[in-house]
């Protein structure tokens, strides 16, 4: 059965940080290109980071460049989101998603809100 499982949302306050875990299950990880994405409240899903199979090659939505750090841990099965200064407009529900050519997994998503 595959699974992903996020958890280490939560809420923060701007400038504050959080790190998102997903654990996966039911499929070969390492074969499977990982990626985080969110929807905010009344907005589409957007995609905010990927990363390669080896972990060597990341991509991130320009608003979080610099804040957002994309890793995966091929050995554990995990795949993380380390999210820092975050700001108002972080606050979604982040989603953890795994893809390889017409396979195509998502989890069920963690809350992050961001507010003073």
């Known amino acids: 059965q595959v699974q992903l499982v996020e958890s280490g949302g939560g809420f923060v306050q701007p400038g504050g940080s959080l790190r998102l875990s997903c654990l996966a299950s039911?499929?070969?990880?390492?074969?499977?290109?990982m990626r985080w994405y969110r929807q905010a409240p009344g907005k589409e899903r957007e995609w905010v980071a990927v990363?390669?199979?080896?972990?060597?090659?990341?991509y991130y939505l320009e608003s979080v460049q610099g804040r957002f750090t994309i890793s995966r841990d091929n050995e554990k099965n995990m795949v993380y989101l380390e999210m820092n200064s975050l700001k108002p407009e972080d606050t979604a529900v982040y989603y953890c998603?795994?893809?390889?050519?017409?396979?195509?997994?998502w989890g069920q998503g963690t809350q992050v809100t961001v507010s003073s």
């Open positions: 998603n795994a893809w390889l050519s017409r396979d195509e997994y």
């Open positions: 039911g499929f070969a990880f390492g074969s499977y290109i």
């Open positions: 990363i390669s199979t080896a972990g060597t090659t990341t």
